[in-house]
């Protein structure tokens, strides 16, 4: 007995003291290796920097992880990255909304990804340097100016650059073809295709939608494409479109969420930037990527120098690498962005990569459509609110009203006439009470703008607002179902 | 008055002659982490909702209404790929997220407890060939594989492309489509992932009723169904208790289902689409409101259960049979049954488990038939960086839980246990209670609790990311195993062992550390196995603070956060279910460890 007792506590000792130290292990381990999210080791603090001292690069990003781990594995083997000693390139994935914090605490050292109009605000905040080295200017100057009309670089008033364009991208929608067959769909050719009612016989025929589109408050490429359908229909009209598209679609969180249910089939089309469909076409033959001709933009997305940065030179030497040789890894399967840089098709990778060197060249010949930036960014934060609380928060009666319409239009019981009618009723911006004037106003482009600062500043503004919004968008769908079934 | 003074100081010389520094350290220490980790934020969460002012939810018809959205059933005849088919597709009618949270409860609930029950009484009272295979299937959708589980079950029932309209229709060539999708599909996949805890605890409810009450009742004539509605059942109602209550809470809770059909209108989506856009540093006040909802409906179902769910209770039921259990052979026609009924229905509920293991070994599987052999999904998971990082994170964070689980469960249970001072049900309570919390609302009351009022320092999970505060909500939702199983273990370790040590001048941490522990050992080891097991796929926690740094290269997140993230990626499923498989592997190895190499036999409530 006491030998086996013995035993039993010198095993349960042993287990014990192993367990101990593999939790103190880890704990050390987790808290003192580098995470990538707020707690980093300090760069160098010498502004002057000699060749021989090891550069570790941070930078600000929203690219995903595929880009990143490609572009360090890539970059470190480099010889730009040899000559100026960087051994490291630790990168931040974070939401726009924590970049202007981790600028300011001076931790950063480039910008990379995230859309013209994030680099455009933190250039007019100040946030980023002008790009002046040797190496990087040279790489500049292998980028056009423009692209199908849209900046490719931001050159500030004093005729410095600020931000280029490092890939391009353009906005349409992915379409799986097999679907398409199956709900006897045509291919929709542009947005209005896809507010149609043709598009919404599939939710009557089968209770399914067909369209899928995301949420604009969580996905910053959708709200491009309904700031795209805005100001290539025009205020009015543009609202008529997005309502009947948040009618006849299935609402997702994220754009990459709309993506995936067009390659497993769970809807026929989704609205998504170009990459995502040239990359389902990879894995689901079946799905096409297509662009709206005449009613779309090409995006340049940026990479920038930040104000801040300690590595100015090893900083910028970095850019001037994505601009050029870093432009390769945007031909990766598991990527598929269009670059900005035309010298790598001649490269034996992009060589290799005719579909997108087709989609390129499609690309650069679209006709955009003109496209106000400045305009968009000063009714953007209410359009996104306005688009989540009218159309996705009550997108249950907004699709029993649409879906009744359609059974009569159908059936033959509803006159041409009548029909529009109730489609404008349905699909017109709101009229609703303003919670702060009591007034009874119509959601119109002025109005947006107007309260556009108000709202972004004062929450329970903002909060009665949507209110106000979701509760107008209510009634009036409601209303719109009962003249339906009733008359 | 004298007599009264002399009574209460008499008990508080009772009560610190009894109390050593040991046992008081014991106590505190428990009671200290439970503060700071769990009663601190739940408290926090009842200040920010109640500052919003909730009642501004239930005004809102996106999240009451009498009015009802969609439809139960969509039926039509249409034609479809060439032939005329009956498309019947299970959707679901809306009142609200509120409305639907509950009404979804409670006939997940009531659905798991008809099919637990007819599952555990006849494999409690019937013996025929083949029944441990029978035993085995029926628990298989207990092996957790969070995601991956519901998405099989969406692809299983897609009308267009599922593997049963594929059979139904182009193989048995009837004119018939199925699919479910949306709310129905939500309430079938938490019915088939949550009946077995019904039929486990139903069964060793129905194994520890005493025969001779049958054997009484049907010498007086009660037979069959009367027999069982009467007697069998009335005495089996502390396990029905148990395990609907539990399914009840955990159907609330549940956010792997709606994020896999895309359900928006759930509490849990809710919460945690607004946990999404938190990493702003604000979490919008309406999750907390929803959070105290949550709460209310679990704690109000946990009231109704908490003698059932107790240390006590479980010690009890964990000593296992103490007679012989009546077991009787069916007919012919009960033989049928069983055979065509309820063997295929548990094929059927072991599906997605099942698929799981087809996802991770198939190179593709877009339409209703897999194509292809492959290993390359198992090599993604160690060669991919975040997915390997995710199962780093998550052993550790599970190992430092399991440690600290260990040392506050042994403390709290041998209080619980040994201690005679008044109150300790209470304590009981308390650590007993994380079974029932909600996930979501302790994520909740951490984000808020920890970035207010420890902002800038290491518990900040918005400055340093969450791994501080997973580990710790993984020690006070995951400590109720461990207590329960030390719990039983001291009750069949006589107390006269100890008072002898005692006696003989050990002190009492001496008398812990050389008598008790050894005596536990294995029941400490076993509670924390499970632990360890349930802390590597916990969800509601995982999913929400573990997001908060991000996903780069050295991400925190856990496993079962990169389950959820990569499902919509390209080849997503594919290496989603190969973290399954791993899953299931861990869960598997310490189920047999438990119960055959440590020969700790549990009223395994499955929870």
């Not at chain 2, 409810?205 to 007086?220: F, G, I, T």
């Amino acid at each position: 007995m006491n030998k086996k007792a013995l035993g039993k506590i010198q095993a349960l000792l042993l287990i014990a003291i192993i367990v101990i130290a593999l939790s103190s292990f880890t704990i050390w381990w987790l808290m003192f290796r580098p995470t990538g999210a707020g707690e980093e080791e300090k760069p160098s603090e010498k502004p002057s920097e000699k060749p021989s001292e090891a550069i570790k690069l941070h930078v600000l990003t929203r690219h995903p992880t595929e880009i990143l781990l490609a572009a360090r594995n890539a970059f470190l083997k480099s010889d730009i990255a040899k000559k100026y000693n960087i051994t490291d390139i630790i990168t931040y994935g974070l939401a726009p909304g924590l970049w202007v914090k981790y600028i300011k605490s001076g931790e950063i050292d480039v910008a990379w990804g995230g859309g013209p109009t994030l680099f455009d605000y933190l250039y007019l905040q100040g946030l980023l340097l002008p790009l002046t080295s040797e190496e990087v200017l040279a790489a500049i100057k292998e980028i056009p100016d423009t692209i199908a009309g849209m900046p490719m670089k931001r050159v500030g008033s004093d005729g410095k650059i600020y931000w280029v364009a490092a890939a391009i991208a353009s906005f349409g929608f992915t379409v799986n073809h097999d679907r398409l067959k199956d709900y006897n769909l045509t291919v929709p050719k542009s947005w209005r295709d896809l507010a149609s009612p043709e598009l919404g016989k599939t939710l009557v025929d089968y209770g399914t939608p067909a369209l899928g589109i995301a949420d604009p408050t969580q996905s910053t490429s959708n709200t491009r494409m309904y700031e795209i359908i805005l100001q290539r229909y025009g205020w009015e009209e543009g609202w008529k479109i997005l309502t009947l598209m948040a009618a006849n679609a299935e609402i997702y969180s994220g754009s990459s969420d709309v993506r995936d249910a067009v390659i497993r089939g769970d809807i026929a089309v989704g609205i998504t930037i170009d990459f995502y469909g040239y990359t389902a076409k990879l894995v689901n033959p079946k799905c096409e990527y297509i662009i709206p001709e005449g009613e779309s933009i090409v995006n340049g997305d940026p990479i920038a120098l930040v104000n801040g940065t300690k590595h100015p030179e090893a900083a910028q030497a970095f850019i001037a690498w994505v601009l050029t040789e870093g432009q390769k890894i945007l031909l990766n399967p598991e990527i598929n962005r269009l670059p900005v840089n035309r010298k790598v098709f001649d490269t034996p990778i992009g060589k290799n990569r005719t579909d997108i060197y087709e989609a390129y060249n499609k690309t650069l010949q679209t006709t955009p459509i003109k496209f106000n930036d400045t305009l968009a960014m000063q009714y953007e934060t209410v359009m996104r609110w306005y688009f989540r609380a009218a159309l996705i928060d009550v997108n249950d009666a907004l699709k029993e009203a649409w879906k009744a319409i359609l059974t009569k239009y159908f059936a033959g019981e509803l006159s041409p006439a009548e029909f529009e009618n109730l489609v404008n009723r349905l699909a017109a911006p709101l009229t609703f009470k303003d919670p702060e004037t009591d007034k009874t106003v119509v959601f119109t482009l002025e109005y947006a703008i107007n309260i556009q600062p108000k709202f972004e500043k004062d929450a329970s503004y903002r909060d009665s607002l949507i209110s106000a919004w979701k509760s107008a968008a209510l009634e009036k769908y409601k209303s719109v179902l009962q003249s339906v079934s009733g008359g | 008055m004298m007599k009264e003074g002399r009574n209460l100081k008499s008990r508080f010389k009772h009560l610190f002659f009894y109390l050593d520094l040991t046992l008081l350290t014991q106590m505190m220490i428990p009671l200290f982490i439970f503060f700071i980790f769990l009663i601190g934020p739940l408290a926090t969460v009842l200040y920010v909702a109640f500052q919003y002012n909730p009642l501004n939810i239930l005004r809102d018809p996106t999240f009451l209404s009498f009015n009802p959205q969609g439809q139960l059933v969509f039926m039509a005849k249409r034609y479809f790929r060439g032939e005329w088919v009956n498309i019947i597709i299970f959707r679901g009618v809306s009142y609200g997220v509120i409305f639907n949270s509950l009404a979804n409860a409670f006939f997940v609930t009531i659905c798991s407890s008809i099919l637990g029950v007819i599952i555990a009484f006849i494999l409690a009272r019937y013996e025929f060939p083949g029944k441990i295979l029978f035993r085995v299937l029926a628990t298989v959708p207990l092996l957790m594989t969070p995601f991956i589980n519901a998405f099989v079950i969406k692809k299983l029932f897609d009308w267009r492309d599922g593997l049963i309209s594929f059979f139904i229709n182009d193989v048995l060539n009837l004119p018939y489509r199925v699919g479910i999708e949306s709310l129905a599909g939500v309430a079938v996949t938490q019915i088939m992932t949550f009946f077995p805890i019904i039929y486990l605890n139903v069964f060793s409810s129905m194994v520890n009723v005493d025969p001779s009450l049958e054997e009484q009742a049907e010498s007086l004539g009660a037979r069959g169904f009367r027999l069982f509605r009467t007697i069998t059942l009335p005495l089996s109602l502390p396990g029905l208790a148990a395990g609907s209550a539990i399914v009840f809470i955990f159907s609330l809770e549940d956010i792997a289902a709606p994020i896999v059909f895309n359900e928006r209108r759930f509490i849990s989506y809710q919460i945690f689409s607004r946990f999404i856009e938190a990493t702003t540093g604000q979490l919008s006040p309406v999750a907390a409101t929803l959070a105290i909802i949550l709460l209310t409906l679990a704690l109000l179902a946990f009231a109704g259960i908490k003698e059932y769910v107790s240390l006590k209770q479980y010690a009890m039921l964990s000593r296992g049979g103490r007679w012989k259990v009546r077991i009787s052979k069916p007919g012919k026609k009960g033989l049928i049954a069983i055979y065509a009924f309820v063997l295929p229905f548990l094929l059927f509920t072991a599906f997605p488990q099942i698929g799981v293991f087809i996802y991770a070994f198939s190179q593709e599987w877009s339409g209703p038939l897999p194509k292809g052999f492959t290993l390359d999904n198992l090599s993604r998971i160690v060669i991919d960086p975040l997915v390997s990082r995710a199962i780093i994170n998550s052993l550790s964070y599970s190992i430092v839980a399991v440690t600290m689980i260990a040392f506050i469960g042994l403390s709290a249970s041998y209080v619980i246990a040994r201690a005679k001072i008044p109150g300790l049900h209470l304590m009981d309570l308390l650590v007993t209670s994380p079974i029932a919390l909600p996930g979501l609302v302790i994520a909740v009351g951490y984000f808020y609790f920890f970035s207010t009022f420890f902002a800038g320092t290491i518990l900040d999970p918005v400055r340093t990311g969450p791994y501080f505060l997973l580990m710790f909500a993984y020690t006070v939702r995951r400590l109720p195993f461990t207590a329960r199983a030390v719990f039983a273990g001291l009750q069949q370790v006589h107390v006269a062992l100890e008072e002898a040590s005692l006696n003989l001048g050990a002190s009492r941490l001496r008398t812990l550390v050389f008598i008790v522990i050894p005596l536990i050992g294995l029941n400490i080891l076993s509670g924390a196995l499970i632990s360890f097991v349930y802390c590597m796929s916990e969800v509601s926690t995982g999913v929400t603070l573990g997001g908060l740094g991000g996903i780069s290269e050295g991400h925190q997140a856990p496993i079962t956060f990169i389950m959820m993230d990569y499902l919509n990626r390209i080849r997503g499923p594919h290496i989603v279910a190969s973290l399954g498989v791993l899953l299931i592997s861990i869960q598997l190895t310490v189920i047999f460890l438990v119960n055959f190499a440590f020969k700790q036999k549990y009223a395994y409530i499955g929870v």
